[in-house]
């Protein structure tokens, strides 16, 4: 079965730097999808960047990029120019292209940004 | 937003007690998936329906049950309520069952059980 594993529970980071938020997966699927969301105290899942497995290139959505490391399994957000408004919860979530489709989320990570 | 809507945004309820949470997907998206948060917790899948009919089943739990309409909006009805059973509940939709579409979420319901 898959898994996605995120280590750090919480982080911070002073507005205006960068900071990188881990996640790493397990599967014996070579061709999937990965996902970061964001979940703001509204609640509400906003989709961050999305990489496709069969795709070499990091995906970049303006100051949010991917490092992409299929072979070691490793799918990090960078965020660049942190925001007062990136503080937020991040999940890692992965979707296989068998079966359900269904997301398969990580546990999340607690972005501060301090002012 | 995402165009999913999802009815009521809280709910208070007893243990015990049933209750019944809604979605409408966006238009055109056939797919609707059910998921749970519990506190501080990630999303667990619950269930799949495409069109009308249940394609798959998650972590959910036998007094928990769902379906899709005609007009293609859901329903998970929970039964039997326990305390452990208070989560904010996400709706999810997409055009089609297949991985290369993206979900989008509703905000959720959130429901307490008291």
């Known amino acids: 079965a898959q898994t996605v594993t995120q280590s750090q529970p919480e982080m911070s980071v002073q507005e205006a730097e960068t900071v990188t938020l881990s996640c790493t997966y397990d599967t014996s699927e070579s061709d999937y999808y990965l996902f970061w969301y964001k979940q703001p105290p509204s609640r509400q899942m906003i989709l961050v960047i999305r990489?496709?497995?069969?795709?070499?290139q990091n995906a970049t959505e303006n100051r949010f990029s991917v490092n992409f490391q299929k072979a070691a399994k490793s799918f990090s957000l960078k965020i660049s120019d942190s925001q007062l408004g990136d503080a937020a919860m991040y999940f890692c979530a992965y979707r296989g292209t068998s079966g359900t489709y269904k997301y398969i989320f990580g546990t999340g990570t607690r972005l501060k940004v301090l002012a | 937003d995402s165009g999913v809507t999802q009815t009521p945004k809280h709910l208070i309820t007893a243990t015990g007690q049933r209750v019944t949470l809604r979605c409408s997907p966006r238009?055109?998206?056939?797919?609707v998936y059910w998921y749970q948060q519990s506190l501080d917790q990630g999303l667990q899948f619950l269930i799949q329906y495409y069109n009308g009919e249940e394609r798959a089943k998650g972590n959910i739990l036998e007094r928990f049950s769902a379906q899709q309409f005609p007009d293609l909006h859901s329903e998970l009805n929970l039964s039997s309520l326990e305390l452990g059973d208070s989560a904010l509940y996400f709706c999810a939709s997409s055009v089609a069952s297949v991985p290369l579409y993206e979900q989008y979420f509703g905000p959720g319901t959130r429901l307490t059980v008291t």
């Open positions: 990489q496709e497995a069969y795709k070499q």
């Open positions: 238009s055109g998206d056939l797919s």
